[in-house]
Structure formats: structure tokens, C-alpha cells
């Protein structure tokens, strides 16, 4: 199975203003583009060819190194579209996420600034997530394309922190990035679906 770049799940322009077309078009057909074609070549002669995605991520992590980093990228990456949307963001979580978030998490305002706080704190490039580990919800970062399932844990929502992510539309501002992305953009929808198949 070879790796293959997902068309984006609205139009280049949907998530304005609080991302642009131009950010898109870079990020989607370019930055997730080449970790599709770079993936793609080295999956060649690795032994990890007609596996799942997640099999190659977690069977690349520390002994593929440039393997993994374009696997988990790609995988990252066909999340990160889903879990946006047009009209995304706001306070209310479908389903029985919104009691686990109350339980583990101590509610949803705890949990909207611990991820914000991720995020901000991931020094360099990298990812904040939520994920599910041993049962129980967890906020995380993780540098460069590191994700959940290295860490064994499931990944539910995660937001790309690397600047070409944000820069065009915020400069060096993560955090506004991070606020605008998480109040404005989560496809709370998805993150059930992940959730309940975790
Ligand atoms: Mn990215």
C-alpha cells in the first residue's frame, strides 16, 4: 500500500479568516504533498510495505527515523483536515465526550487552556493533542511528527504547531493561532468519531 495525498474535505477558502486559502494551498498540496511522495520512496525496501499507516508509524518509531517522520506526517496530516471545519469551534462536544472531558479533565475550560498550553509550550515544531491512554483522557505534545501512537495512546484531536501552519496567517503569534483554531475551527464531530473508536 502506497501512501496517497486525501483531497481536502472543503474548499481551499472554508476556514477563512482564521485560515487562509494561501495557507492551505502551501500546507495541503506542498507540505503534506511531500511527505506523501518522500513516504512514499522510502517505504520502498523498508519491510514495512503492504502494512496499515499506523503500523508503519509505530513500526518506523526509533529505528526508521526518516521512514517515520514523513509515515507519521502523512498520518497526522490526514487527521488534522478532519478535524477541521467551516463554522468548527465553539463550546458544545457531541456525544459522551463532553462528561469524560468533565471527568478527566476537570471540565471543558481546563481542558481548552491545558491544550492551548501544549501547544504554546512545544518548543519548536511539533503537535498538541488529545488522546486517550490507558483508559483516560491526556493532553499531549509531541515534537516534529511524533504523535499519540508512539506513546501508546490514541490520538482524538490534534493541532500542527510548525510554523507553516500559522505563519502566513499569524506571523509569530502561536498562541492567537492556537485560540482562533481551537474557538473557530474544531470539527468536534470528528473527535467523537475517534473517540468513540478508541
Ligand atoms: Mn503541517
Not at 29 to 48: A, I
Not at 54 to 77: D, I, M
Request: glycine share 10%.
Amino acid at each position: 500500500m502506497s501512501f496517497e495525498l486525501p483531497e481536502l474535505p472543503y474548499a481551499y477558502d472554508a476556514l477563512q479568516p482564521y485560515m487562509s486559502a494561501e495557507t492551505l494551498e502551501f500546507h495541503h498540496d506542498k507540505h503534506h504533498n511531500t511527505y506523501v511522495e518522500t513516504g512514499n520512496k522510502l517505504l520502498v525496501g523498508s519491510g514495512l510495505e503492504g502494512n496499515a499507516l499506523e503500523e508503519v508509524v509505530t513500526g518506523s518509531y526509533g529505528k526508521n527515523q526518516p521512514l517515520f517522520n514523513n509515515a507519521a506526517q502523512h498520518y497526522n496530516h490526514i487527521h488534522f483536515w478532519k478535524w477541521m471545519k467551516p463554522g468548527g469551534g465553539g463550546t458544545k462536544i457531541p456525544g459522551s465526550l463532553q462528561s469524560r472531558i468533565d471527568s478527566d479533565l476537570g471540565g471543558f475550560d481546563k481542558f481548552r487552556d491545558a491544550f492551548v498550553e501544549a501547544g504554546k509550550g512545544q518548543f519548536g515544531s511539533g503537535w498538541c493533542w488529545l488522546a486517550m491512554k490507558d483508559g483516560k483522557l491526556e493532553v499531549m505534545k509531541t515534537p516534529n511528527g511524533e504523535n499519540p501512537l508512539v506513546h501508546g495512546a490514541k490520538p482524538l484531536l490534534g493541532c500542527d504547531v510548525w510554523e507553516h501552519s500559522y505563519y502566513i496567517d499569524y506571523r509569530n503569534a502561536r498562541p492567537k493561532y492556537l485560540e482562533a483554531w481551537f474557538d473557530n475551527l474544531i470539527n468536534w464531530e470528528y473527535v467523537e468519531q475517534m473517540f468513540a473508536a478508541a
